[in-house]
């Protein structure tokens, strides 16, 4: 694993100041002159929170715009290193405790990995971890289970690419399940329960995935309409 630079370091520090800033006016602003009762400074901490967390969402999507992830390998010292390392600090000192806690509700975890970039179809919603959401593009109707967890980033030593994961439509992921980089996935498929399908895998429409690594067991039988 490649070292994070200190540049990289120093720009997210930049931008984590304007987060704080912004969300300890915007608290003094709205709610410094209420009558909050004994619940002051509880309350006042509490927004505090909350506002900050809601500029690093807008924080957050203005750097992928200007430092937009893109799909392969990102070489040292390159502008793609860059926008890469400092993704990673984002989410270790900011968002990993939103999806990694089982802290929100589903429906309002769905809306924190829009905010953070993810396609997401309708009806869809995880209960695992969406580690790239910039990545990663979800279908409708599909379910990731409990505990599972979907990457877009292979780090191996020294090497650092970024590969997009596709999920279909009325997909199930199981609970613990690991999806990683550059998988496709089709319409229908199931991934069982703790499987691990490994980068750059391919599963078809109706396939049914399992085990470490995860292998074809079988293929879903449409129903016909006369049976």
């Known amino acids: 694993m490649r070292e994070i630079q200190p540049r990289e370091i120093l720009f997210f520090l930049c931008l984590l100041a304007l987060i704080l800033a912004l969300g300890i006016a915007s608290t003094a602003w709205l709610l410094g002159a209420l009558p909050l009762g004994d619940f002051r400074g509880v ?54 405790t939103l999806i990694r806690t089982h802290f929100l509700p589903l429906p309002l975890l769905r809306l924190v990995y829009l905010a953070l970039g993810a396609r997401l179809g309708r009806n869809t919603y995880s209960a695992g971890a969406l580690l790239d959401p910039p990545l990663t593009t979800i279908g409708s109707n599909t379910i990731v289970g409990h505990d599972a967890v979907v990457f877009a980033h292979v780090i191996e030593g020294q090497r650092l690419e970024l590969k997009r994961v596709e999920i279909g439509d009325g997909v199930t992921i199981g609970a613990h399940a690991v999806i990683m980089a550059g998988a496709r996935i089709g319409d229908g498929a199931i991934i069982s329960v703790g499987a691990v399908l490994t980068k750059d895998s391919v599963v078809g429409a109706g396939e049914i995935w399992g085990g470490i690594p995860a292998r074809l067991l079988k293929k879903r039988v449409a129903s016909s309409g006369g049976e």
């Not at 506002?51 to 200007?66: M, N, P, Q």
């Open 43 to 96: 309350a006042l901490v509490s927004a505090a929170v909350l506002f900050s967390y809601l500029y690093a969402f807008a924080v957050y999507r203005l750097f992928l715009r200007l430092l937009p992830l893109r799909d392969g390998a990102a070489a040292p010292g390159s502008r793609a290193e860059f926008a890469v390392n400092v993704n990673i600090l984002f989410y270790l000192l900011l968002f990993n």
